[in-house]
């Protein structure tokens, strides 16, 4: 399971590492983990997403769990689940699944070399969130190595189950923060025999008007996302066959359905291909999504991507086109909304290294950020992993 | 050291005199849930208001007294019961429905309010709350939420974690929070994810902010008859196999099949061996090519008769056979105890036939009706606690099931949480490790060991030893020590 060297380059928050682990056993992993050595620890799965969150607060080292982590895929087709190891490749889990007519609805960007495990620490979604919800809704049950070394499990892999607390949605989108996932449970699904296709519309309300008809209507899309970018605002739909037939005849779209994969994929990556160096990521009530995007339309994004299902709004800028950064701090302020319960919240996914310090990437918890503490403090006390990149400097 | 007198007195300046129940007569209504533990609490307080519940919360620690939540009190683990005795906290008069929002698709309630009023109130909207326990008429919100509920359609739409947004809660320390919000990726850890299914060890919700869906635009529910068990089983994992995922698909036995025709008569044929209902909802075109495949995958498998409920009073017949059997099945022995264990799909041919075995070893009737798609089975066991030692040899005969649950890969509960009763029985699941590791979430939601004792994790004195009603009642007078 050797795998390539991270690029020589790795930075974060404009540091280099201190060291650099590349443990080979799980009991090689688990010493390493205990060990106090003053370095707070980066986990890496395949490393695609490792600028999200702060940087490091402190000396570090890049942890690689490639080839630490034992087991191969476990597939119960009858089942509809499957158990992997944390650094199995969506890529490598949907071929297995494929094969048997299944599916794991999850792509978060660039999903094809992700890693299980890191796509759930870091809490990115895609597409197909807005018919199968987010990645952490389809997890089973975990095993989660400690920062004290200590392998702890919950869950199970059984598609309903409610024994013990639900430790599987703190860990997901914790970034590492309370432990680092080894292994993973989860649903899988039949996969589909779906249509996708494009439409254009003229603008991004009119496809956000058009997804919530069809929505209410109960066309129930994989895939509802209108992308504004310079090849225009046009809607990217993937339906049930049925459905897809009806939805045609109801938008009278023409069959441009040749767009089909190069508009899944733009919607899907958008802030992450290697020309763009800022995302941001926005989830807002129904009502207040055209806000939102008058915001970011006025912040000149380079691709804009509206999920109106799951009320995402999601903006990418290149490197050499990045807002104003006391214009691009004011949009995000608004969005946070202080007062719970939230009708909106903005997480920038990623941004240009000399902007860290300057925005907060998450937001600060509007509340319950003692307990947050509190459960840090109880899995990793003296912040050995990830520490000071969380949401309120956890 | 505080006497009920004073701790009543304490807790009516908070509620209210009206709002707290202190007398022995009145106390026996909340010493149970919907299983078979009981003990009374020393006193129920009814507070009106998230403030209300953290200043009972924050009297209780000063005075060292458990706490325990209750909602409607249909749970079916224990959860509600204070094992500890102490202090019941009663969501009754917290059930207003705050806000329906139907561009956003999201109500915020109160926790008190029965999960049923929700969704008759969105229907006003064309819109319902996906969650549906079959006790949806009386279950809370609050206690859905404490116990992550699911029901016949959270087979298709997730459980009652997938469907709530955010909670505001009183923590077992006292302290409101607000966890999650009216839209999902609210900044830092999901503490919403993590109480909801905490069975009330965490603290008690004071409001929810719910996702409303819309209602199908077309249903078709039919009911697939089979001479077998194990040919009804077969047609589960046949109709998923085709690629759908069916609204619902129900199981019924023989004896619950009897049951129901005897009092709710939903039509099946008396002597069938199973029949399964199935549920297809969404667009008129996809909804009859599922109905036809599952028809076909159905009559593969060896069922003698699918029929489509012809209108909505059929339909509504054939649900209310399933949702009210477990009712219909008290007619036939004076009490039942429910399991909830889940097993691997595949599994299911082999366990239904280990519990046919716990039946006939333990000489009870086992009834089942059950969520076949997702592996949740209910076996029901019938018996008459009158009989001597009945109570002990069910748990045992429920013990069996539930190890035959988690040796075929399975989980002790699917729906109806851990409680008192199941935490024994935690150890079979998960290690000490993994159990001390759970706890450590307990500690940091400021819960010393008071707040719903006895529940969720294996706990030491105290807790098993319920049995001595008589002392109980003795020292239930006004000057005994609490």
């Known amino acids: ?394 | 050291l505080t006497t009920r007198r004073q701790l009543v007195s304490r807790l009516a300046a908070i509620c209210g005199e009206r709002n707290v129940l202190f007398r022995r007569e009145d106390l026996l209504a909340y010493e149970f849930d919907g299983t078979i533990e009981k003990r009374l609490p020393h006193a129920v307080a009814f507070p009106a208001t998230a403030e209300e519940v953290a200043a009972v919360v924050k009297l209780c620690r000063e005075l060292g007294l458990p706490i325990t939540p209750r909602g409607a009190g249909t749970g079916l683990s224990g959860g509600a019961v204070a094992m500890k005795r102490g202090v019941v906290i009663a969501t009754s008069r917290m059930r207003r429905i705050i806000e329906i929002d139907p561009i956003d698709r999201v109500a915020i309630v109160e926790p008190g309010l029965p999960n049923i009023q929700l969704s008759e109130a969105a229907a006003q909207h064309g819109l319902f709350y996906a969650p549906d326990p079959s006790s949806q008429r009386a279950c809370t919100i609050g206690g859905n939420v404490a116990e992550n509920a699911g029901g016949p359609h959270c087979l298709a739409l997730g459980v009652t974690t997938n469907h709530v947004l955010g909670i505001e809660v009183v923590t077992a320390e006292g302290e409101i929070e607000w966890f999650g919000g009216r839209v999902p990726g609210v900044p830092g850890y999901d503490l919403r994810g993590l109480f909801i299914g905490s069975e009330g060890t965490l603290g008690i919700v004071t409001k929810a902010v719910v996702r409303l869906l819309p209602l199908p635009s077309q249903i078709v529910t039919m009911v697939a008859v089979f001479e077998t068990i194990d040919q009804a089983s077969a047609a589960v994992s046949a109709v998923i196999a085709s690629g759908i995922v069916p609204a619902a698909l129900e199981m019924m036995d023989a004896l619950t099949i009897q049951a129901v025709e005897a009092s709710i008569k939903p039509g099946f044929p008396a002597d069938a061996g199973a029949v399964l209902l199935i549920e297809l909802d969404g667009l008129a075109e996809v909804v009859e090519s599922q109905a036809a495949s599952a028809r076909a995958a159905a009559l593969e498998c060896g069922a003698r008769e699918v029929r489509a409920a012809r209108d909505t009073a059929e339909r509504t017949l054939l649900w209310r056979a399933r949702k009210d059997a477990i009712g219909a099945l008290g007619h036939i022995a004076p009490n039942y105890y429910i399991v909830d264990g889940v097993v691997p799909r595949s599994k299911l041919v082999d366990v239904m036939q280990t519990v046919g075995a716990v039946s006939r070893s333990s000489g009870f009737q086992i009834a089942n009706v059950f969520h076949a798609g997702d592996g949740n089975l209910h076996p029901l066991i019938l018996f008459d606690e009158r009989e001597p030692y009945a109570t002990e040899r069910v748990l045992d005969a429920a013990g069996h099931v539930m190890r035959a649950c988690v040796d075929a890969g399975g989980s002790l509960t699917g729906e109806h949480g851990v409680g008192f009763e199941k935490q024994r029985y935690m150890p079979w699941l998960y290690s000490e490790v993994d159990l001390e590791n759970m706890a450590r979430v307990r500690a940091a939601f400021g819960n010393t060991g008071l707040f719903n004792p006895c529940k969720v994790l294996p706990e030491g004195t105290g807790c098993g030893e319920a049995g001595n009603q008589a002392a109980a009642i003795r020292n239930a007078g006004p000057e005994a020590y609490v």
């Open chain 1, 1 to 394: 399971m050797s795998e390539a060297a991270a690029p020589p380059a790795l930075r974060l928050g404009g540091t280099a590492p201190e060291a650099e682990y590349r443990p080979e056993s799980l009991a090689e992993l688990s010493q390493l983990v205990a060990r106090r050595d003053g370095l707070t620890l980066v986990p890496v799965g395949s490393g695609l997403h490792l600028e999200a969150g702060h940087p490091p607060g402190g000396p570090w080292a890049p942890l690689h769990l490639n080839g630490a982590l034992p087991g191969g895929l476990r597939h119960q087709q009858d089942d509809l689940t499957l158990v992997a190891p944390a650094t199995a490749r969506l890529r490598d889990i949907q071929d297995i699944l494929s094969s048997a007519g299944q599916a794991l609805p999850i792509d978060p960007p660039l999903a094809g070399a992700a890693t299980l495990g890191g796509v759930l620490a870091s809490g990115l979604s895609g597409p197909l969130r807005s018919r199968y919800g987010l990645p952490r809704d389809l997890v089973l049950g975990m095993s989660v190595m400690r920062a004290d070394g200590v392998v702890v499990r919950a869950g199970g892999r059984v598609v309903k189950n409610v024994t013990g607390y639900d430790l599987m949605r703190m860990w997901c989108g914790s970034l590492g923060t309370l432990g680092i996932i080894t292994e993973v449970a989860v649903r899988v699904y039949p996969a589909a025999s779906t249509v996708a296709f494009s439409v254009a519309v003229e603008s991004v309300a009119e496809g956000i008007a058009i997804v919530e008809r069809l929505y209410r209507a109960d066309f129930r899309p994989e895939v509802a996302d209108i992308l504004a970018d310079e090849r225009g605002v046009r809607l990217h739909l993937r339906l049930p066959e049925i459905a897809a037939r009806a939805a045609r005849s109801a938008l009278g779209a023409s069959a441009n359905s040749g767009h089909g994969d190069t508009d899944y994929l733009a919607a899907r990556d958008a802030g992450h291909r290697p020309e763009e160096a800022l995302c941001l990521e926005v989830t807002s009530t129904l009502r207040r999504l055209p806000q939102v995007v008058d915001t970011l339309m006025r912040l000149h994004a380079k691709v804009l991507v509206v999920r109106p299902i799951v009320g995402v709004a999601r903006a990418a800028w290149a490197a050499h086109r990045l807002p104003e950064l006391a214009e691009f701090r004011a949009a995000v302020e608004s969005f946070r909304d202080g007062r719970p319960p939230a009708s909106s919240t903005a997480r920038i996914e990623r941004q240009p290294e000399n902007w860290d310090g300057w925005t907060d990437p998450w937001g600060t918890p509007p509340s319950g950020l003692a307990i947050m503490r509190r459960l840090k403090e109880a899995y990793d006390p003296d912040g050995r992993l990830n520490r000071g990149r969380f949401a309120g400097g956890i």
